[in-house]
Each structure stands twice: as structure tokens, then as C-alpha cells.
């Protein structure tokens, strides 16, 4: 059964670094993308990051621009999100996704639990 | 920039009734348009990818239809189990998503 665990979430200071993680175990996680999604309290959700399988290429939202980065170590099974100037705008769950292409478009088919970030003074 | 419009942004149903949910985009993208469905506290659950594609294990009483521009996501009989939110997201070329406003459905 596919796993997505996210970790390294917690409460941090404006303009303080944060680094998430997310171990990912029961599939060949060196053949797909993998995503960064978050949700602001009560709010819909927003797409933070992209990276393709072998970390070749990643992408970004606007509002993480210079701020992020996403990577991955593929020896570790593990995709990490470097948040760097941190905002209270921030403060969100952040979730990991899988990215799989069905019919020219990329979907996430399995997610993590999610890791709560909050960016407070 | 692409836009996307989800509506109604909720909705109050009945057990039984059928319901659908639309997506709107403001450039034709084709059949790239995907479905999600997310209850309180939990990650979001893949239910339709590429517009009308049902994932395994999700019920046959949701279906996904359009193309181009204008995209439904219909229940034909709700279920208890089916009260949550519900968002459309449509991907790029460049891996980004983006994902609509969301729809939620509650019970009337």
C-alpha cells in the first residue's frame, strides 16, 4: 500500500527556515513526480511546488518564489520542501502528493496526512 | 494566466438527490481536468482524472464530463458518505496545478 508520511511541521517564527519531509514507502518513488499542496485554516487548497522524478525540474508557485525549495533524495525515498523568509500567510497544512499522467494531465493519486505549519510570533 | 471557476461555491442536498458540481475555464484546456474530494481533517481523495476517468475504488454513482472549457462532476445519488468538499484542478504542461475554489456539500 502506497504511504506518504509527512514530518517537520510546527510553530516558527516570522522570517525563520522550516524544513518538511515526506517519506514515501510500497512504490518505485524514483518514477514519479511528486507534489507539495497546502491548505490554509478554513481555506481551499493551493499547490506549493512540483518536482519532476529524477529532481531535474521543480516549479513554484508565485507566492513561494525565492522562499522555497523543493527537492528529493532518491536513494532515501524521501521529498523535502525548504521554506526559507517564512510569512504568517504561510501557516498551513502542507501535504505531499504522488503525481501520476493519465491522458496528458498530471493528478495526485495518493497524499500524505499532512503537517501543520505555523508561522507566529 | 488560465482562471478557473468552481460553482455553486455550496450547495444543500438530500440523500438520493443528484448533484453536480462545475468548473469553468476561462481558456480551452481540453480534457485536462481533474476531480477531488476532501472531508474535515483529512487529505484530499483522486475521485476522476483527464475530465471523465473514474479512479479505482471510487463509486460508479460520481462521474466526470466536458471538455474544453466547461467541466461537471455529478452524483447521481447522494450518499451520506458524500457530504464533503469537492475541488476541480487542472494541471500545466510545467507539472503546477491549479486547483478551484472548492464546492461543499452539506446536508439539507
Known amino acids: 500500500q502506497v504511504h506518504l508520511v509527512e514530518s517537520g511541521g510546527g510553530v516558527v517564527q516570522p522570517g525563520r527556515s522550516l524544513r518538511l519531509s515526506c517519506a514515501a514507502s510500497?512504490?518505485?518513488?524514483?518514477?514519479?513526480?511528486m507534489y507539495w499542496v497546502r491548505q490554509a485554516p478554513g481555506e481551499g487548497l493551493a499547490w506549493v511546488a512540483a518536482?519532476?522524478?529524477?529532481?531535474?525540474?521543480?516549479y513554484y508557485a508565485d507566492s513561494v518564489k525565492g522562499r522555497f525549495t523543493i527537492s528529493r533524495d532518491n536513494s532515501k525515498n524521501t521529498l523535502y520542501l525548504q521554506m526559507n523568509s517564512l510569512r504568517a500567510e504561510d501557516t498551513a497544512v502542507y501535504y505531499c502528493?504522488?503525481?501520476?499522467?493519465?491522458?496528458?494531465?498530471?493528478?495526485?493519486?495518493?497524499w500524505g496526512q499532512g503537517t501543520l505549519v505555523t508561522v507566529s510570533s | 494566466d488560465i482562471q478557473m471557476t468552481q460553482s455553486p461555491s455550496s450547495l444543500s442536498a438530500s440523500v438520493g438527490d443528484r448533484v453536480s458540481i462545475t468548473c469553468r475555464t476561462s481558456?480551452?484546456?481540453?480534457?485536462?481536468l481533474n476531480w477531488y474530494q476532501q472531508k474535515p481533517g483529512k487529505a484530499p481523495k483522486l475521485l476522476i482524472s483527464a475530465a471523465s476517468n473514474l479512479q479505482s475504488g471510487v463509486p460508479s454513482r460520481f462521474s466526470g464530463s466536458g471538455s474544453g472549457t466547461d467541466f461537471t462532476l455529478t452524483i447521481s445519488s447522494l450518499q451520506p458518505d458524500d457530504f464533503a468538499t469537492y475541488y476541480c484542478q487542472r494541471s500545466h504542461i510545467t507539472l503546477s496545478y491549479t486547483f478551484g475554489q472548492g464546492t461543499k456539500v452539506e446536508i439539507k
Open positions: 481558456q480551452n484546456i481540453g480534457s485536462y
Open positions: 510500497a512504490f518505485t518513488f524514483s518514477s514519479y513526480a
Open positions: 502528493a504522488r503525481g501520476i499522467y493519465t491522458s496528458g494531465s498530471y493528478s495526485s493519486d495518493y
Open positions: 518536482i519532476s522524478y529524477d529532481g531535474s525540474n521543480d
